[in-house]
């Protein structure tokens, strides 16, 4: 009889921490969710994928503790261990998750704008003679173009009047 009680002690304990692990992942695709926006469609395939991992989870559980038999401890357990974790810990982590992964956001974009300063200066002092050339060449790339039709076109021409001559004789 003890032997028995504690099986299933033992196997409610693992569901109830696979329940945590279960909520802990979702909270971490919420995170993901808030850093960056997916469209809606994402987020319904993200969440059916979600709910295959969890119910992975709930099942290596009950495989690994409980030989696979589904019993009531298991899902109370799963469940008890999702709802106490959200209550408990999920606002404190996805707040804090968020915040960190913000703040690190911002300190690389300021490390970044620091560190591509001397290249951005570069780029500006370089962006009005390049302007001129690219204009000066467009320009010359423009006449160019424009000579060459103007030349197939009097080709063209002398071929017509070329084969119209041929015909009259």
Not at 101 to 125: Q, S
Request: with cysteine.
């Amino acid at each position: 009889m003890y032997s028995t009680v504690w099986t299933e002690t033992v196997f409610f304990l693992a569901s109830f921490v696979a329940g945590v692990c279960a909520a802990f992942l979702y909270d971490i695709l919420r995170i993901s969710r808030r850093v960056h926006r997916p469209s809606d469609a994402v987020v319904n395939v993200e969440d059916i994928l979600f709910m295959t991992l969890a119910a992975v989870i709930l099942f290596c559980a009950a495989y690994l503790k409980n030989s696979g038999e589904i019993r009531w401890q298991g899902f109370i357990g799963g469940g008890l261990g999702a709802v106490l974790y959200a209550v408990i810990v999920k606002n404190r982590i996805l707040n804090a998750s968020t915040f960190v992964i913000r703040w690190t956001v911002e300190i690389v974009r300021r490390i970044l704008k620091v560190v591509l300063f001397p290249v951005m200066l570069i780029m500006k002092a370089l962006k009005k003679p390049v302007h001129v050339v690219m204009w000066y060449t467009g320009e010359k790339i423009r006449r160019a173009k424009s000579a060459a039709r103007r030349s197939s076109d009097k080709a063209r021409l002398r071929i017509k009047k070329a084969r119209i001559m041929l015909r009259k004789k």
